[in-house]
Nanobody, 117 residues
Framework: QVQLVESGGGLVQAGGSLRLSCAAS????????MGWYRQGPGKQRELVAA???????NYPDSVKGRFTISVDNAKNTMYLQMNSLKPEDTAVYYC???????????WGQGTQVTVSS
């Protein structure tokens, strides 16, 4: 089974940028969609960005214009470019992939992003 591994988290000041990576151990070409979720302290996990196999992207209003999701199929890697970071972006960020044929979802182990004010 393909595994997902996130990297790129860390501590950054408000207004700064980070780029998260999600590397898959196998081909990502068969996934129906991929996305980034986050879970802040005391909060539920929420969608941050998603991309379909056809390349359509989706962002909640809270990150629209600041975050950009992208996929490099040749490298089997998904990215999340995060700009103009705010303290409320502090969370553990998880990558997710929707497997085809109703086979369910894959999750990474998460990477911590902390934005200081």
């Amino acid at each position: 089974q393909v595994q997902l591994v996130e990297s790129g988290g860390g501590l950054v000041q408000a207004g700064g940028s980070l780029r998260l990576s999600c590397a898959a151990s196998g081909s990502i070409g068969s996934f129906n969609s991929m996305g980034w979720y986050r879970q802040g302290p005391g909060k539920q996990r929420e969608l941050v960005a998603a991309v379909t196999g056809g390349g359509r992207t989706n962002y909640p209003d809270s990150v629209k214009g600041r975050f950009t999701i992208s996929v490099d199929n040749a490298k089997n890697t998904m990215y999340l470019q995060m700009n103009s970071l705010k303290p409320e972006d502090t969370a553990v960020y998880y990558c997710n992939a929707a497997r085809p044929y109703g086979l369910g979802y894959l999750w990474g182990q998460g990477t911590q992003v902390t934005v200081s004010s």
